[in-house]
């Protein structure tokens, strides 16, 4: 794809305001020894005849925008980052949520104002914009040695990859789902477990629904928007068919196979019997389910691994003190039960991934800011935090939590994803996954049965090139 037909495609859909799912930017070229100071940016300070600094050095200024980290986590990685390089300034916008991000990314990179550090997301969303992004191989090698590789967990290196043996992508932390949140406190209230069975996740259902009247019933899902749909269907599909999608986005094996039909089946099914939450079709995520979720409305949220911030006693004690709950709210997490008789598991990906803008002057700043959060000390301060979990090798979370039930929650998550993760969250290429967002609604919606939304997401497959 050549970068002016991505550019106009780009600009064309910030037009229609699409709500695009991946972000990225364009740049060829190996990483270069050359001293920035050759662009005026980091020239050293003139001296007087006393040989005394009459100028200050300038530093040099490198933009960043994201949907995370959080406004909240920012500000001390920034921090950080600034103190290890005192001569480089991070000028930080947070966006908003995901989709506003990837309209403004968008926007800017089809007029060439797109910012120097690119946070990103693999898969679809990486390959949409891979034209836009700097090759970082040549970068890792030079900083790390021919063995670089070896810094990261095999499973965030193979989905980085998934943009070019190059790695337009670096890693920077992995999150899995679907797992369900839930309100601790009000499970204990009325006696509850956390389920282990469909049966059992029906019957703490109709509990809450007879003994919480004012409350929303149902597990909250934010269905309006496509990502959260894909995340539970993930890991419906490799239940009932474990593989039988990779090989489908790779045309090795038709859509309208039995176990991914099935597939559709049982994810329709979840809303016709009341398992997700009635109106969850037009909410999203954020703000409606988990405003609702916050404030007591409702008990459970289907979500993913990065609610585990939530959990912490940081977190806890905060929202806490901004009178968002009370001092014995408690919450925890499970992972979503077995739906058809198959293997629970989850589905995990590198939730965002590092990118250097193409056409950023300052790439060997932008380069000291990846490698800060892919393999450095930016990235033991954020996964820390639990919004991620870590993709570098080596890297022990000690986050305090906020009591015993958010401990054990993230030591089931944990022990969970280190056995039972059945493959990737993403697709790699856009029209699959965007086609399946589609296909998903329309199940979800009653306006197409589980075959016809596996002909349509066959015939997107006979279009793509791989």
Known sequence: MKKTKVTATLLSMTMVGAMLAGCGSNNEGAASNTNESANGTNN?????????????????????????????????????????????????????????????????????????????????????????????????????????????????????????????????????????????????????????????????????????????????????DGWTDRDVFMGIVNEIAPGKVYEAQEGKLAWTDPGIVEAFKVWGDLFKNGVFSEGSMGQSPYPNVNDNFTKGKLGMFSIGTWHLSGLTKVAHDQMVKDKVITEDTHWGMFPFPPLSGGEQNMVATVDIAWGMNAESKHKEAVWKFIKFMAAGEGQKLWTNTL?????????????????????????????????????????????????????????ALGGKTPEKAAEDLEAISKTVQR
Do not use: C
């Open 44 to 224: 050293a300070a003139s001296t007087n005849n006393a040989g005394t600094s009459s100028e200050p050095t300038e530093k040099t200024k490198i933009s960043f925008w994201k949907w995370i980290p959080t406004e909240g986590q920012m500000p001390e990685l920034e921090a950080a980052f600034e103190k290890e390089n005192p001569d480089i300034d991070l000028e930080v916008t947070h966006v908003g949520e995901s989709g506003a991000y990837f309209q403004k990314l968008s926007a800017g990179l089809a007029g060439g104002e797109g910012p120097d550090v690119i946070a990103m997301q693999v898969g679809a969303n990486a390959n949409q914009y891979k034209e836009f992004l700097e090759p970082l191989a040549p970068f890792a090698e030079q900083e790390w040695g021919s063995d670089w590789k070896s810094n990261f967990l095999d499973v965030a290196l193979e989905q980085a990859a998934y943009s070019g043996d190059d790695f337009r992508v670096l890693p920077g932390g992995m999150t899995a789902t679907p797992v369900i949140m839930y309100n601790a406190t009000m499970f204990q209230k009325h006696g509850l477990q956390v389920p282990k069975t469909l049966d059992e996740l029906n019957n703490v259902i109709k509990v809450l629904k007879e003994k919480e009247p004012g409350n929303i019933a149902g597990v909250g899902i934010g269905a309006k």
């Open 387 to 443: 919004q991620v979990l870590p993709s570098q090798k080596g890297v022990e979370v000690t986050a305090e939590m906020a009591g015993d039930t958010e401990k054990e929650s993230l030591k089931t998550v944990s022990e969970f994803m280190s056995s039972h993760i059945s493959g990737a969250r993403e697709l790699k290429y856009p029209e699959l996954q965007n086609g399946l967002f589609d296909a998903l609604q329309a199940v």
